[in-house]
């Protein structure tokens, strides 16, 4: 993020601003989860997800008999989703959580390897049911059911996701901060102001009262070149 905790500008830009030392930090923790998740505004953004590229990594992953690549999970209740998107041509397992509506135009498809449905008492993990290639693809739609985290989340450690690395939008960061489903944070520092009311930030959605704001307990804090490297853990009542 910025100086001032702007993770894009206020025309929401791909965010290009952090340095390769940062990428590389980031590519560590991808190699270190079994999957990564991250939300559909995200991936229109940039079109392409992180995948680890370096070698060392790869290794590292080889021998904790891991697949090459960690498992890119893209979370979209209306799953309204370009198939044309760089993203599906990339070499990387895919799987999708949805609502019961948005994942009915993917499933049966060989664009996920797994979609999952996100709403408790709609369907469960790679639900196939009734699948059709001639669905028509979903529009967003603010009507549609929201995604149950926990539930979502409870799917997804039963299919032997252990490690989950969140990588945004702060949409989707606050909506798990609200059922507390948030371990650690981790955040990059970098020497810009952004400014911009409208900018978004690490966390998004209707925020929170001071007296209910989640609490973070700083664990290290790195200084290298012009940034600084932040590593909380989220504190919790006894």
């Known amino acids: 993020m910025s100086a001032d905790g702007k993770i894009a500008d206020a025309r929401r830009s791909p ?36 995948s680890v590229t370096s070698a060392k990594l790869l290794h590292q992953r080889l021998q904790n008999q891991q697949r090459s690549q960690p498992i890119q999970i893209l979370a979209s209740a209306s ?7 760089r993203f599906f041509r990339q070499p990387v ?3 999708l959580i949805a609502s019961a509506a948005g994942a009915k135009f993917w499933q ?14 709609a369907g469960g993990a790679g639900e196939e049911k009734g699948a059709t290639t001639n669905y028509r693809l979903p529009t967003p739609d603010s009507r549609l059911p929201t995604i149950n985290w926990r539930f979502a989340l409870e799917q997804l450690f039963s299919l032997g996701i252990k490690r989950l690395a969140v990588l945004g939008g702060g949409e989707l960061v606050a909506a798990m901060l609200a059922v507390d ?3 650690e944070m981790w955040l990059t520092v970098c020497p810009l102001l952004l400014g911009g009311t409208n900018a978004p930030s690490p966390v998004a959605g ?7 704001a989640p609490r973070l307990e700083l664990l290290s804090a790195q200084v290298e070149a012009q940034e600084v490297f932040l590593h909380y853990r989220l504190q919790r009542s006894p």
Do not use: C, K
């Not at 799953?79 to 998107?85: C, F, I, M």
């Not at 209707?206 to 209910?212: A, I, R, S, T, V």
């Open 15 to 50: 965010a290009r601003f952090s340095s390769q030392r940062d990428r590389f930090h980031l590519e560590q923790q991808i190699a270190a989860a079994d999957a990564t998740l991250f939300g559909a505004g995200t991936l229109r953004a940039y079109g392409t997800t992180l």
């Open 79 to 85: 799953a309204s989703l370009d198939p044309q998107w």
């Open 93 to 95: 397992p895919r799987w």
């Open 108 to 121: 049966g498809r060989s664009e996920f390897e797994r979609v999952i449905v996100g709403e408790q008492g």
């Open 181 to 183: 489903l948030i371990d």
């Open 206 to 212: 209707m925020g929170f009262p001071e007296n209910l």
